[in-house]
Structure formats: structure tokens, C-alpha cells
């Protein structure tokens, strides 16, 4: 339902061009917010998948290490 007042709305405001402005700017405005909400500042880089941490405490999983197969 959200959806279909949004297009409604939408179409409403883009038949003026000062409607097609406040699109414009509202379009600009939910693209900045969108760039920070997926980058949070403080955040750790990620990992590869792959790279193993360097540190030798690390539990790495059953299947590693020196094990013999019977």
C-alpha cells in the first residue's frame, strides 16, 4: 500500500516542474543518507574470504591442523 501512494504521490509532483525539483531534491537528499547508512564510519575493515587471521590462538575450524586420517 506504501508503494502505491508513494507512485501516486510520485506522478502527482511530476506534473510541475516545481514538483519535478522537490523530486529532484528528495531523490538527492535519500542518496546521501542511503552512501552513510551502508558505510558506518568506525566500522573494521572486512576480511577476504580466505585469509586467515594472523593470530595462532584463533580456532580455525575442525579440519585443521596435524590429524591423521584412519
Do not use: C, H, N
Amino acid at each position: 500500500m506504501k508503494r502505491i501512494l508513494q507512485l501516486v504521490f510520485t506522478r502527482w509532483l511530476a506534473r510541475t516542474p516545481l514538483g519535478m525539483v522537490l523530486l529532484g531534491l528528495g531523490w538527492l537528499f535519500m542518496r546521501k543518507r542511503r552512501a552513510r547508512k551502508q558505510q558506518p564510519a568506525s566500522a573494521p575493515a572486512r576480511r577476504e574470504p580466505g585469509r586467515r587471521s594472523g593470530d595462532p590462538y584463533a580456532w580455525r575450524g575442525p579440519a585443521t591442523g596435524d590429524r591423521r586420517r584412519r
